[in-house]
Nanobody, 118 residues
Framework: QVQLAESGGGLVQTGGSLRLSCAASGSIFSRSDMGWYLQAPGKQRELVAAITTGGIMNYADSVKGRFTISRDNAKNTVYLQMNNLKPEDTAVYYC????????????WGQGTQVTVSS
């Protein structure tokens, strides 16, 4: 069973930066496509950024040019560098992994709160 543990959230002022980390247990991280999602109060969870096993990255339009996703397979960790943060970025950020090992599996972390003050 894979477990994900996010860290790096917190309170930051508008224009500030944060770096989120998501550490994965287990041996299938390198075979997993990874992503970061956010969920604001009263809203659905939505994709922020994703990175495939081959390193192809995809971003939501709202974060292009400000956020960067990366992964380190040697450390079983995926990162989200968030720059020029805005109040509308305030949400709980979740790490997600998707892999096919016989069957399709999707696994989630517990989330980390990011709050951007104006």
């Amino acid at each position: 069973q894979v477990q994900l543990a996010e860290s790096g959230g917190g309170l930051v002022q508008t224009g500030g930066s944060l770096r989120l980390s998501c550490a994965a247990s287990g041996s299938i991280f390198s075979r997993s496509d990874m992503g970061w999602y956010l969920q604001a109060p009263g809203k659905q969870r939505e994709l922020v950024a994703a990175i495939t096993t081959g390193g192809i990255m995809n971003y939501a339009d709202s974060v292009k040019g400000r956020f960067t996703i990366s992964r380190d397979n040697a450390k079983n960790t995926v990162y989200l560098q968030m720059n020029n943060l805005k109040p509308e970025d305030t949400a709980v950020y979740y790490c997600n992994g998707q892999v096919v090992v016989g069957i399709y599996r999707s696994y989630w972390g517990q989330g980390t709160q990011v709050t951007v003050s104006s």
